[in-house]
């Protein structure tokens, strides 16, 4: 089955951009989806369609997608940004979605 | 307004049955998708499954093909998630989302709450 990799941890300096990386075979052939979860709470999706920010998520937020690595940039980290963050995406081949691993982002 | 709210936390016994349910309001239940995503503790979400309130058209993952039931009452705006015999390993929070489209391919923009499921004997 296809499966989304994403690093364990990433850690950033506040004021500092962050990138989490997802790769998957031809990941750039699919629509990737990103979310965010606090600590105890339900995730939050923050980008979708690769590109695309919902209302409500800070432009500070951006992703992108191509050939085997979808990524998301979190721009002039801000210590609420930290959180755990998954890629997701629809697999149309097998006809069911799939996350990545996870990431935990920790502001320093 | 969307909501998606879930039943409460439950506590069971290995080979008991559940049902969880996960009630919207504030859009046409009919014309989104409606994924199940399991988290264990610690751990991971995991992408259980999906259904179409519209027509009933259900996929499943492969690790969770019939291990779970995904289902659904549009007279009352209502999904459900269902095991016939819970195992300890089912011990999670479930999440309910809803499909920011009506394509399944689409991120899930509303969630519920999660219910957390404890098997034990």
């Known amino acids: 089955s296809y499966v989304l990799t994403q690093p364990p941890s990433v850690s950033v300096a506040p004021g500092k951009s962050a990138t989490i990386s997802c790769g998957g075979n031809n990941i750039g052939s699919y629509s990737v989806h990103w979310y965010q979860q606090q600590p105890g709470q339900a995730p939050v999706l923050v980008i979708y369609y690769d590109t695309v920010r919902p209302s409500g998520i800070p432009e500070r937020f951006s992703g992108s997608n191509s050939g085997n690595t979808a990524t998301l940039t979190i721009s002039r980290v801000e210590a609420g940004d930290e959180a755990d963050y998954y890629c997701?995406?629809?697999?149309?081949?097998?006809?069911?979605?799939?996350f990545g691993g996870g990431t935990k982002l920790t502001v320093l | 307004e969307v909501q998606l709210v879930q039943s409460g936390a439950e506590v069971k016994k290995p080979g008991e049955s559940l049902n969880i349910s996960c009630k919207t309001s504030g859009y046409s239940f009919t014309r989104h998708w409606i994924t199940w995503v399991r988290q264990m503790p610690g751990k991971g979400l995991e992408w259980m499954g999906i259904?179409?309130?519209?027509?009933?058209?259900?996929r499943y993952s492969p690790s969770f093909q019939g291990q779970v039931t995904i289902s659904a009452d549009k007279s009352i705006s209502t999904a459900y998630l269902q095991w016939t015999s819970l195992k300890a390993s089912d011990t999670a929070i479930y999440y309910c989302?809803?499909?920011?489209?009506?394509?399944?391919?689409?991120?899930?923009?509303?969630w519920g709450q999660g219910t957390v499921v404890t098997v034990s004997s």
């Open positions: 997701q995406l629809w697999n149309s081949d097998s006809d069911h979605g799939v």
């Open positions: 989302a809803r499909s920011e489209t009506g394509d399944q391919s689409s991120g899930s923009d509303y």
């Open positions: 259904m179409y309130p519209g027509d009933s058209d259900t």
